[in-house]
């Protein structure tokens, strides 16, 4: 069994920059590739952004690319999203995510999942 609880998430304004923590416990948590997903009201639940266990290899949504940035603390078992110029359209729950399969971009393929952080970006 793996863990997940995210924070950090909140209120901002457009063009603010905000991140995310993912902390994962279980014996087993530092063996899984962690992802981050997120969540609008009404909306499919969309991949973000994915790091390999280990850190050293990342994979992102192209429409995040250049503003999101994925990456991990081993030591500690934190996953971070750093997240830069929030827009309005950002505004949605953001999950954190542990998975076997390493490139895993479908819900469906992420073992484990957090409660979520609600992140809403005021224009």
């Known amino acids: 069994q793996v863990q997940l609880v995210e924070s950090g998430g909140g209120l901002v304004q457009a063009g603010d920059s905000l991140r995310l923590s993912c902390a994962a416990s279980?014996?087993?948590?530092?063996?899984?590739?962690m992802g981050w997903f997120r969540q609008a009201p009404g909306r499919e639940r969309e991949f973000l952004a994915t790091?390999?266990?280990?850190?050293?290899?990342?994979y992102y949504a192209d429409f995040v690319k250049g503003r999101f940035t994925i990456s991990r603390d081993s030591t500690n078992n934190l996953v971070y999203l750093q997240m830069n110029t929030l827009k309005p359209e950002d505004t949605a729950v953001y999950y954190c995510?542990?998975?076997?399969?390493?490139?895993?971009?479908?819900?469906?393929?992420?073992?484990?999942w957090g409660q979520g952080t609600q992140v809403t970006v005021s224009s």
């Open positions: 995510a542990a998975t076997l399969r390493w490139g895993a971009q479908s819900r469906d393929e992420y073992d484990y």
């Open positions: 279980g014996r087993t948590s530092s063996s899984y590739h």
């Open positions: 790091i390999r266990r280990g850190g050293g290899f990342t």
